[in-house]
Every structure is written in structure tokens, then in C-alpha cells.
């Protein structure tokens, strides 16, 4: 009788570890399924950023397109140069500027930008003072015009 209970107990814990591993494995193929649906949908979501991408460009360029694009295209602006001017200001709190080509923060003292090389202008001490003014009264500064049209700030929008 002995033989025989540890013949089922033994029958019984191999059948549980067959359907274990047989879950395991479903498991395993189930999550290395919804892995390759991920990766296909970052491929598609880049897809469409790559769609949005071409189609905000050729509205920077002057572009004709339908109204409903347009309008997207233009929030989007608005957008770029609101979070433009969020890091000039925080840029400005703590010393720095802001490449007007890439966007990126740089010691206030450097005449290249570190991430994109451009040639970066110089701020005059009443400019780094003063908290940061609105891209309309950028076009008024008088320091601006004197440096010649291509820094009048217009770099911030694209």
C-alpha cells in the first residue's frame, strides 16, 4: 500500500510539473508575442512621427495644405516656441543662454554651442539681467538690429 501511494504521489507531482512547464512555456510564447506587437507598434508610432515630421516641414517652408493640418501645424509652433522661450528663462536662472539654432543650455560665456556648434552671440550684461522678453518685443530690440536680420530671434520657431 505504501508502494502504491508514493507511485500515485509521484505520478501526481510529475503530471503537475508537466502542466506547469506546458503553462510556463504558453506564458513565455504569449509574452514574447505581445514583445514583437510592441516593437511593431513603435514601428508604426515612428512611422507617423516620421508623416507628421514631413508635413510640418513643408508647412515651415510655405506649403500649401489643408486647413485641418495647417492648424495642427501651427499649434505646433506655438508650442516649439513656448518651450523655447521656458528654456531661455530657465537657462537665464541659472547663468546660461540658449543656442538660438539647437536649443541647448550653454555657459553664458561660451561663443560655440557645445551640442551643435553653431556660432553663438554675445549678450550684453543688460540682456542677462533682465528677465527674457516676449519674441514680439525681441524684433524691437535695438541690440538685435545692429547685428544684422539673420539673429533676429526667427531661429527660435523651427
Known amino acids: 500500500m505504501t508502494d502504491d501511494f508514493f507511485a500515485d504521489f509521484g505520478e501526481t507531482l510529475h503530471q503537475a510539473a508537466k502542466e506547469f512547464t506546458a503553462k510556463t512555456d504558453s506564458f513565455f510564447e504569449s509574452q514574447k508575442m505581445r514583445n514583437k506587437i510592441s516593437g511593431e507598434q513603435r514601428q508604426i508610432d515612428q512611422c507617423l512621427r516620421d508623416v507628421g515630421n514631413i508635413i510640418y516641414e513643408k508647412f515651415v517652408e510655405g506649403e500649401p495644405l489643408h486647413e485641418e493640418i495647417a492648424a495642427l501645424c501651427e499649434e505646433v509652433t506655438e508650442h516649439k516656441m513656448s518651450i523655447a522661450k521656458m528654456r531661455e528663462s530657465m537657462a537665464r536662472k541659472r547663468g546660461e543662454k540658449v543656442c ?33 522678453k516676449p519674441a514680439s518685443e525681441e524684433k524691437d530690440d535695438p541690440f538685435k538690429e545692429d547685428k544684422g536680420s539673420e539673429e533676429t530671434g526667427e531661429d527660435i520657431e523651427e
Do not use: I, M, S, Y
Open 100 to 132: 538660438a539654432a539647437c536649443g541647448a543650455a550653454l555657459p553664458k560665456d561660451a561663443r560655440f554651442c557645445l551640442q551643435c556648434g553653431a556660432e553663438c552671440e554675445e549678450e550684453t550684461e543688460e540682456e542677462v539681467v533682465e528677465d527674457p
